[in-house]
C-alpha cells in the first residue's frame, strides 16, 4: 500500500506568516501613504499656499476613480489573471501616484501654486484608484493561506498593519519632513516602493504553492485510478 503526501507549503506556519508578513507591509505602507497628509496640512498651506479647500481636494479627489467603478474593474483583473497580474498593476499603479506626487512637491512640474496641486492631485489619484484594489488583493491572499488555518485572526492582523500605517503616518511625517512637504512624500513613496518589492518575494511563495497543489492533485488522481 502507498501512503501519500497531501500537504503543501501553506500547511508550514512559519512560511503561511512569513506570507502575512510581507503582504502585510504593503498594507503598512498604502494605508501610510493614504493618510500622512493629514498632518501636513498647516506645513502645505505655508509652503504652497494651498487653502483649506485646495487640500481638501488632495485627499477627497484620491479615491474618485474608484467611484466610477475602477475597484470594480480591479475586481474583475484579480479574478480572470490572478494575484500576480493584479497585485503588480495595481501596486505599480499605487507606486506611480506616489512618484507623480513626489515630482509634484518637489517643484518638478512648475512653481506655480495651481501647477502643484493639479499634479498633486494627480498623483493621489493614481495612487488611490491601486490602493483600494491593492486592500482586496491582500485579502485574497490572506484566504488562500489561511483558509482552514488561523484565518480570522491573519485578517485582524493584516487589518491591523493597515492601522499602525496610518497612525504612524500621521504622527511621524511632520518630523520626516523637518519644513519641506517633500521630504515627507518622497519618504512615503519609498516606502511603497520598497513594500511592493516584498510582494514580488511573496510571488516565489505563491508559484511555489502552485507547484506543490498542482503535485498533490496529480498524485491524489492517480491513486483514485488505481
Same mark, same amino acid.
Given at each position: 500500500m502507498t501512503k501519500t503526501n497531501n500537504k503543501t507549503i501553506k500547511d508550514s506556519a512559519a512560511i503561511r506568516w512569513m506570507v502575512?508578513? =510581507?503582504i502585510g507591509g504593503l498594507v503598512f505602507s498604502t494605508y501610510w501613504f493614504e493618510d500622512f497628509y493629514g498632518s501636513l496640512k498647516g506645513l502645505m498651506e505655508i509652503e504652497y499656499g494651498f487653502t483649506s479647500e485646495e487640500f481638501g481636494r488632495i485627499i477627497g479627489l484620491t479615491t474618485i476613480a474608484n467611484m466610477f467603478g475602477m475597484i470594480i474593474f480591479g475586481g474583475i483583473i =484579480?479574478?480572470?489573471w490572478g494575484i500576480t497580474v493584479a497585485g503588480l498593476i495595481f501596486g505599480g499603479m499605487a507606486v506611480f501616484g506616489g512618484v507623480i506626487s513626489t515630482l509634484a512637491s518637489a517643484d518638478s512640474f512648475g512653481t506655480d501654486r495651481s501647477t502643484i496641486l493639479n499634479w498633486m492631485i494627480? *498623483?493621489?489619484? %493614481? %495612487?488611490?484608484?491601486? %490602493?483600494?484594489?491593492?486592500?482586496v488583493v491582500g485579502t485574497r491572499i490572506i484566504v488562500k493561506w489561511f483558509k482552514g488555518y488561523e484565518l480570522a485572526l491573519a485578517m485582524t492582523i493584516?487589518? *491591523? %498593519? *493597515?492601522? =499602525?500605517?496610518? /497612525?504612524?503616518?500621521?504622527a511621524l511625517s511632520v518630523d520626516i519632513a523637518? *519644513?519641506?512637504?517633500s521630504t515627507a512624500v518622497t519618504f512615503a513613496t519609498i =516606502?511603497? /516602493?520598497i513594500t511592493l518589492l516584498l510582494f514580488v518575494i511573496y510571488l516565489v511563495f505563491d508559484i511555489k504553492l502552485g507547484s506543490s497543489g498542482y503535485r498533490v492533485l496529480r498524485i491524489n488522481s492517480k491513486y483514485r485510478c488505481l
Amino acid at each position: 500500500m502507498t501512503k501519500t503526501n497531501n500537504k503543501t507549503i501553506k500547511d508550514s506556519a512559519a512560511i503561511r506568516w512569513m506570507v502575512l508578513i =510581507l503582504i502585510g507591509g504593503l498594507v503598512f505602507s498604502t494605508y501610510w501613504f493614504e493618510d500622512f497628509y493629514g498632518s501636513l496640512k498647516g506645513l502645505m498651506e505655508i509652503e504652497y499656499g494651498f487653502t483649506s479647500e485646495e487640500f481638501g481636494r488632495i485627499i477627497g479627489l484620491t479615491t474618485i476613480a474608484n467611484m466610477f467603478g475602477m475597484i470594480i474593474f480591479g475586481g474583475i483583473i =484579480l479574478d480572470k489573471w490572478g494575484i500576480t497580474v493584479a497585485g503588480l498593476i495595481f501596486g505599480g499603479m499605487a507606486v506611480f501616484g506616489g512618484v507623480i506626487s513626489t515630482l509634484a512637491s518637489a517643484d518638478s512640474f512648475g512653481t506655480d501654486r495651481s501647477t502643484i496641486l493639479n499634479w498633486m492631485i494627480m *498623483g493621489r489619484v %493614481f %495612487f488611490g484608484t491601486g %490602493f483600494e484594489v491593492i486592500c482586496v488583493v491582500g485579502t485574497r491572499i490572506i484566504v488562500k493561506w489561511f483558509k482552514g488555518y488561523e484565518l480570522a485572526l491573519a485578517m485582524t492582523i493584516n487589518m *491591523g %498593519f *493597515g492601522r =499602525l500605517g496610518s /497612525a504612524m503616518g500621521i504622527a511621524l511625517s511632520v518630523d520626516i519632513a523637518g *519644513g519641506r512637504v517633500s521630504t515627507a512624500v518622497t519618504f512615503a513613496t519609498i =516606502l511603497i /516602493a520598497i513594500t511592493l518589492l516584498l510582494f514580488v518575494i511573496y510571488l516565489v511563495f505563491d508559484i511555489k504553492l502552485g507547484s506543490s497543489g498542482y503535485r498533490v492533485l496529480r498524485i491524489n488522481s492517480k491513486y483514485r485510478c488505481l
